[in-house]
């Protein structure tokens, strides 16, 4: 606490936001004059519990557990201090990232408390992850919606021009507030752009993400643009992903437990039961990492997505990418991931899959190797379930897996499966009335 208070001063902040990301990965907060911050800090601060069943829009959904039935309640949040960071694209302002207390315990639908849940379940098995989102996104202008170039050639030089005050900034600002900026460019798609950043252990790999989502939209913003994490906004162009990259280590970061040199398929006993139990809990981990029902379009063949739970030795028509360069620089790309989805679902959802495949030494099943393309039906392994590509679908198949259901636990999903029926409830209405398209822009774009 004295350091931050000290770095307050130091830098002159006025403000600093109390943040916490809802199911949809929508950061909400409350801003607190500086002088109040140690006070806030250490005595808590109230705030709507509600915010966890709230759609893009601000509107509370039915069914929940969090809306009228305790009485839109609020709860006593408390900051974790480690996540203290300053924001330089903002004027004298700094955040930290905050987690329920509601009677005596951690309020259990918050992103955040799911994902450390799963990270505490890991390192009791002697493991821990370092991971991190390769997102994809778009930058419009706003008002027109109109991209800045024309082109869509991926990693084109030229384009790149276009955005160059855009990327300045970002490769200026986000650094300052934790997110390491390892390579940027343009995507597939006009006004599609991807910007990595280095992974990280455990909690911050999400954190760090949610700082770099915030980060892009805040400063897309200012520069007179709309920075949109909305996974497919035009159906005519390629939709986003944010695939997550992962590794397991042992408890302390040291040693790599994913590679086997001496394995046929390079990945040791453990990384071949965790894979195994990614490919059997996909069908159930799907709307988890694409949650909304714009993410689900993006779940079929010859799109660069994954339609079928597949895994392969650096193969990206498969769901599950395995990059094996030596001991410590073998992972997992879990190709599930749309741009929409939270960070913190995403990672709770692997680790719960994986783990169940670790604890239970699940066989890792055929993969497609060489040649092989998993959109095609020659090459896909027999017994290969397709992904769900509809809402009613999605939500069906992760009720029916109690190993991630248990997992998660029943209040978080109570939860979010509340969101998303509320979601598809409010799709039909739209394709009854022929505007699909136009009512998913106006209930993800800006916000997402």
């Given at each position: 606490?004295e350091?931050?208070?000290?770095r307050?001063?130091?830098?002159?902040?006025?403000?600093?936001?109390?943040?916490?990301?809802?199911?949809?990965?929508?950061?909400?907060?409350?801003?607190?004059?500086?002088?109040?911050?140690?006070?806030?800090?250490?005595?808590?601060?109230?705030?709507?519990?509600?915010?966890?069943?709230?759609?893009p829009?601000?509107?509370?959904?039915?069914?929940?557990?969090?809306?009228?039935?305790?009485?839109?309640?609020?709860?006593?949040?408390?900051?974790?201090?480690?996540?203290?960071?300053?924001?330089?694209?903002?004027?004298?302002?700094?955040?930290?990232?905050?987690?329920?207390?509601?009677?005596?315990?951690k309020?259990?639908?918050?992103?955040?408390?799911?994902?450390?849940?799963?990270?505490?379940?890991?390192?009791?098995?002697?493991?821990?992850?370092?991971?991190?989102?390769?997102?994809?996104?778009?930058?419009?202008?706003?008002?027109t919606?109109?991209?800045?170039?024309?082109?869509?050639?991926?990693?084109?030089?030229?384009?790149?021009?276009?955005?160059?005050?855009f990327?300045?900034?970002?490769?200026?600002?986000?650094?300052?507030?934790?997110?390491?900026?390892?390579?940027?460019?343009?995507?597939?798609?006009?006004?599609?752009?991807?910007?990595?950043?280095?992974?990280?252990?455990?909690?911050?790999?999400?954190?760090?993400?949610?700082?770099?989502?915030?980060?892009?939209?805040?400063?897309?913003?200012?520069?007179?643009?709309?920075?949109?994490?909305?996974?497919?906004?035009?159906?005519?162009?390629?939709?986003?992903?944010?695939?997550?990259?992962?590794?397991?280590?042992?408890?302390?970061?040291?040693?790599?437990?994913?590679?086997?040199?001496?394995?046929?398929?390079?990945?040791?006993?453990?990384?071949?039961?965790?894979?195994?139990?990614?490919?059997?809990?996909?069908?159930?981990?799907?709307?988890?990492?694409?949650?909304?029902?714009?993410?689900?379009?993006?779940?079929?063949?010859?799109?660069?997505?994954?339609?079928?739970?597949?895994?392969?030795?650096?193969?990206?028509?498969?769901?599950?990418?395995?990059?094996?360069?030596?001991?410590?620089?073998?992972?997992?790309?879990?190709?599930?991931?749309?741009?929409?989805?939270?960070?913190?679902?995403?990672?709770?959802?692997?680790?719960?899959?994986g783990?169940?495949?670790?604890?239970?030494?699940?066989?890792?099943?055929?993969?497609?190797?060489?040649?092989?393309?998993?959109?095609?039906d020659?090459?896909?392994?027999?017994?290969?379930?397709?992904?769900?590509?509809?809402?009613?679908?999605?939500?069906e198949?992760?009720?029916?897996?109690?190993?991630?259901?248990?997992?998660?636990?029943?209040?978080?999903?109570?939860?979010?499966?509340?969101?998303?029926?509320?979601?598809?409830?409010?799709?039909?209405?739209?394709?009854?009335?022929?505007?699909?398209?136009?009512?998913?822009?106006?209930?993800?774009?800006?916000?997402?």
């Open positions: 606490m350091l931050i208070k000290k307050l001063q130091e830098n002159g902040i006025t403000s600093v936001r109390f943040e916490q990301s809802d199911m949809y990965g929508i950061p909400h907060c409350r801003a607190i004059p500086t002088r109040h911050f140690e006070k806030m800090a250490t005595r808590g601060i109230n705030i709507y519990m509600g915010y966890m069943a709230t759609d829009r601000g509107r509370v959904f039915p069914n929940s557990g969090y809306g009228e039935e305790i009485h839109h309640a609020d709860c006593l949040a408390f900051p974790d201090l480690d996540t203290f960071q300053i924001l330089p694209w903002c004027t004298k302002t700094a955040r930290v990232l905050i987690e329920g207390v509601h009677e005596g315990e309020v259990p639908v918050y992103p955040r408390v799911v994902a450390r849940k799963q990270l505490e379940r890991l390192e009791k098995h002697g493991l821990s992850l370092w991971s991190a989102h390769e997102h994809k996104f778009f930058v419009v202008k706003e008002g919606m109109e991209p800045l170039h024309g082109y869509t050639n991926c990693a084109a030089v030229i384009p790149m021009a276009a955005y160059e005050p990327f300045q900034q970002i490769l200026n600002d986000l650094p300052l507030a934790g997110v390491d900026i390892e390579c940027y460019g343009v995507e597939a798609a006009m006004g599609q752009l991807e910007i990595t950043y280095r992974p990280e252990f455990g909690i911050k790999a999400a954190d760090t993400a949610h700082t770099y989502k915030i980060g892009i939209k805040e400063i897309a913003q200012k520069q007179g643009l709309v920075a949109s994490f909305m996974t497919k906004p035009f159906p005519e162009r390629s939709s986003c992903s944010a695939h997550y990259c992962h590794s397991l280590w042992d408890v302390a970061g040291k040693v790599s437990m994913l590679y086997d040199a001496g394995s046929p398929t390079r990945l040791s006993e453990v990384g071949q039961h965790w894979v195994a139990g990614l490919i059997a809990h996909a069908r159930a981990i799907a709307v988890l990492m694409a949650p909304t029902t714009n993410c689900l379009k993006g779940f079929k063949r010859y799109s660069w997505a994954p339609w079928n739970a597949t895994w392969g030795p650096d193969n990206r028509t498969c769901a599950f990418r395995v990059k094996t360069n030596g001991g410590s620089g073998t992972y997992i790309e879990n190709r599930l991931g749309a741009s929409g989805c939270s960070p913190y679902i995403s990672m709770a959802a692997t680790i719960a899959a783990l169940d495949g670790v604890i239970n030494k699940l066989p890792l099943p055929e993969g497609i190797d060489g040649p092989g393309d998993a959109y095609k020659e090459h896909i392994p027999p017994g290969t379930q397709k992904l769900p590509d509809n809402m009613e679908e999605a939500i198949a992760l009720l029916a897996d109690a190993a991630i259901t248990d997992a998660l636990g029943p209040e978080f999903i109570k939860c979010f499966v509340a969101s998303k029926r509320h979601d598809m409830k409010l799709e039909k209405e739209a394709i009854s009335k022929g505007t699909v398209e136009e009512w998913e822009r106006d209930y993800f774009f800006h916000i997402m």
